[in-house]
């Protein structure tokens, strides 16, 4: 148990679909985090989420879109997906210090999406 | 540009070996984080080094930080089957207003019985 959990696990979907990732921490961190991992690539950072407001976007494609309703949970609504967008999604947390907003990051297990 | 690389990105050993994998970084950090990652699960912390001259050592692992050379070692002792993994190096770096990590290629480390 990592403190830090997700849901789903997998995830099929086509390419007309609308979908959600969960992400939620039990940690008591202020900052939370979606990265895609794809194979042979190194971790994007998607968004970044500090006291519940974004504070990164990193240029990401408007069919990804993300909430964050408190400090616990994160969400990212999937539309209109590419199959390039295949890939392991992974929340993170942190608890920012000493005015950083980067310290040591917590990660759920991911989410495996297949967009078909 | 700001980049974190890690070298080698692939490495198959024997058990009982010892072996070092690279982290270099392209400006100014003093925070370095090493991670390792299971084949389809996440991403575990390993080791925070927060300073120049760092050494933490967690059973066989031991990592290292020379924040003048921008480099960290990651350095594995008689290496055992249960080391296999992927492992990760990530450095805060100061951009866009803000701190965030700036994560290396990852190196796939398999260790043969």
């Known amino acids: 148990e990592t403190g830090v959990t997700q849901t789903p696990r997998h995830l099929v979907m086509g390419m007309t679909n609308k979908k959600s990732l969960k992400c939620e921490q039990h940690l008591g961190h202020n900052a939370m985090y979606w990265y895609k991992q794809s194979a042979k690539k190194p971790l994007e950072l998607m968004f970044v989420?500090?006291?519940?407001?974004?504070?990164e976007n990193n240029s990401v494609p408007s069919r990804f879109s993300p909430e964050c309703p408190n400090s616990s949970h994160l969400f990212l609504h999937l539309h209109t997906l590419q199959p390039e967008d295949s890939a392991l999604y992974l929340c993170?947390?942190?608890?920012?210090?000493?005015?950083?907003?980067?310290?040591?990051?917590?990660f759920g297990q991911g989410t495996r999406l297949t967009v078909v | 540009e700001l980049k974190v690389e890690q070298n080698p990105l692939f490495l198959s050993m024997q058990e009982g070996k010892n072996y070092t994998i690279y982290c270099n970084y392209s400006?100014?950090?003093?925070?370095l984080y090493w991670y390792r990652q299971d084949p389809g699960k996440s991403l575990e912390s390993l080791f925070v080094l927060l300073s120049n001259g760092a050494v933490k050592q967690e059973g066989r692992l031991m990592a290292s930080l020379d924040t003048k050379a921008r480099l960290s070692t990651l350095h594995i002792t008689a290496a055992v089957h249960d080391l296999s993994a992927t492992y990760f190096c990530?450095?805060?770096?100061?951009?866009?207003?803000?701190?965030?990590?700036?994560w290396g290629a990852g190196t796939k480390l398999i260790i043969k019985p």
């Open positions: 989420y500090s006291l519940e407001e974004r504070v």
């Open positions: 993170a947390s942190s608890q920012p210090g000493g005015g950083r907003t980067n310290t040591e990051a917590f």
């Open positions: 990530a450095v805060d770096m100061w951009m866009d207003s803000n701190y965030q990590l700036i």
């Open positions: 400006t100014t950090s003093d925070r």
